[in-house]
């Protein structure tokens, strides 16, 4: 455990992240899939991160596996498989949502569906609670 734990660095970033994931389900009811997937691969992006500053890490870059494998390092057995398999899930996330070459065909919003979106939300939940148990854990308020 990394002492003392910056519990404001942490909040402002977990307010960014909920933030984000707000603003995803807000696409999804759009049916912005695309777009509801790439907001929650950020929220993710943005908890854990926060996690990372709170502890006083690096968390730098935008590879969500590589931000949790540091997680993982960081808590051991504290950090959940379930996290790191939704962390995956979620990185594919970060540039054919946005990016009409990204595929081989058609803009990125013909390529996303509701599944796809009720998964993404569903994956940021999970990396969330994660965070959150792990910050209470270390001491740190939920």
Sequence with gaps: MVSPLDR??????????????????LARRGTRHEWACFL??????LVVKGLLHGLGLEAWG?????????????LG???????????????????????????????????????????AAEDVRVIEAAVDRAWSELGGQP
Excluded at 12 to 24: L, N, V
Aim: charged share 25%; aromatic share 8%; glycine share 2%.
């Design 62 to 74: 935008h590879d969500l596996t590589v931000l949790c494998s540091r997680a993982r390092e960081a």
């Design 77 to 119: 057995a504290g950090w959940p498989a379930a996290a790191t398999d939704a962390a995956a899930r979620l990185s594919r996330h970060y540039i054919p949502t946005r990016y009409p070459d990204a595929h081989a065909s058609g803009a990125p919003s013909s390529h996303y569906t509701d599944a796809d979106s009720a998964q």
């Design 40 to 45: 929650s691969e950020q929220a993710a992006q």
């Design 8 to 25: 404001s660095e942490f909040e402002r970033w977990r307010e960014q992240a909920r933030s984000a994931a707000e603003t995803a389900v």
